[in-house]
């Protein structure tokens, strides 16, 4: 059995090989023409105001964030409890590998709620990012 | 089914040996190149043609259907058209970050090909924790969208990035816990492992595909790799009628081929891990692996592009009250559920 990562390695080349392929012959094929004001951001045909990344936008995202951090390392630490599991169940019972995941799960059970109850996952419009002119949702 | 790897047995095919570094990478290149053209050739039937002929028929339209046999050239003249445009690089974008983004969301999706098994020897690499890394791969387009939202210098595009990371996040973790609970089933995260362990028969001709075994999570996988692929309901980060195209508002040529093909590879990818780890991966009656490999990703393309056209959008705060409210709960309720009836049955 040879390593599967040479393998890997070679469709990274290749995954990377077509799409810039792709942009050669299209900067080959595509005209130039550098005119002034078409290199203007969309903004539903009104003249761009200001910068886009100096925006106020919803501090609920940061929150969606922030819960996700939590429950993706409770997946990584998930993982290897699943791949054992079967073997596990044969070797030294049910309740002993089930128990402790199903306390770890509860834990976070109890922290999603946690989060459930004061807000976090509820999408809210607080009053202060509604006031200003310049928030968007 | 349980072949070896693909560039083994291209060695074989040539008369190289399997044992010496060089030729397997010469091997696994050629592997590679054969995956990758395989996977753009049914992107380019699917982006320009299939999704514009399933569209109209959902609604009632006739579509492309001038150029060549039921305008199938359409691929041809729509490469060179979007090809030749030419790349506006609008005013104040973050350079490296926008010029990236495409790049990454189109290659990143590619990737995860290498650990599926297509059947008739098409399996270019086995790795133990080849879910984990197929996993891994598919969610590294979220990271793309926000450098194309972000880098844009666009209002729209900045509120679609932001939409399609709060959504790519809520739904990840359903999807990895889905995903996980056929793990307990089938105690491996080896793909060929998963694979073999859906081939024996549950009752009379229905075969143990985990869909059947576990028609659950088979559900939650499909509606979280719908919010995963971006498409209706959960098609906000680039909702037409709200914030323009989202993400690629501001992209044109080529980097908006490659952001459409990533989406399509990604809805693909998306199709193949479901064929893989639900359906079976290659496996069916009568006709060759391959075949029923390709049924089973179009079968998922078609489903997407169903919803797509039948169901209506949510509201951000439905998708994230559905995603941390419903499917979280939903996903750890199925884990657990799985593991207590492997355990009885065990």
Known sequence: MSNPWIAIGALAVVALAIPITMMVVSSLLRPSVPEQGKTATYESGEVPTGSSQKIKFNIQYYMVAL???????????????????????????????????????GILAVGLGWAWRNGAVRWVRSPRATKGADTYE | MQSAPLPE??????????????????????????????????????????????????????????????????????????????????????????????????????????????????????????????????????????????A??????????????????????????????????????????????????????????????????????????????????????????????GYQTEYSSVYFVLIYLGEFIHIFLGGAIIATIFLGGPAGPVLPGIVWFLIKIWGVFLFTQWARSAVPRVRIDQLIEIGWKGMLVLSLANLLLTAVIVGVVA
Do not use: C
């Open chain 2, 9 to 150: 047995s291209l060695a074989d095919l040539a008369g190289l040996d399997p044992n010496s570094t060089p030729v397997m990478i010469l091997m696994s290149l050629i592997g590679a190149a054969l995956i990758g053209s395989l996977m753009m050739t049914n992107t380019a039937l699917a982006g320009p043609w299939a999704k514009r002929k399933i569209t109209a028929a959902f609604t009632d339209r006739i579509a492309v259907d001038r150029i060549g046999p039921f305008g199938l050239l359409i691929i041809v003249a729509d490469s060179v058209r979007l090809l030749s445009k030419e790349l506006i690089v609008p005013e104040g974008v973050d350079r490296p970050a926008w010029d990236l983004a495409p790049l990454l969301i189109a290659s990143s999706a590619l990737l995860g090909f290498a650990v599926i098994p297509m059947g008739n020897g098409l399996h270019l690499a086995d790795p133990e924790v080849g879910l984990a890394y197929v996993f891994a791969t598919a969610s590294m387009a979220s990271i793309g969208l926000v450098m194309a939202g972000y």
């Open chain 1, 67 to 105: 819960l996700f951090l939590v429950f993706d390392i409770e997946t990584v630490l998930i993982f290897p409890w699943t791949v054992i599991y079967r073997d596990a169940v044969s070797a030294v019972g049910m309740t002993r590998i089930l128990l402790p995941m199903v306390v770890f799960i």
């Open chain 2, 152 to 245: 844009s210098n666009n209002k729209y595009s900045f509120l679609g990035g932001l939409r399609a990371v709060a959504q790519n996040l809520a739904y990840e973790i359903p999807l990895i816990l889905t995903g996980a609970s056929v793990v307990i089933f089938a105690g491996s995260l080896q793909i060929s492992e998963i694979v073999a362990a859906q081939s024996a028969t549950l009752i009379g001709p229905i075969p143990s595909w985990y869909a059947f075994v576990n028609p659950f999570a088979f559900v939650l996988f499909m509606i979280a790799n719908l919010a995963e692929v971006g498409r209706n309901p959960f098609d906000i980060p680039e909702a037409p009628t709200e914030i323009v195209a």
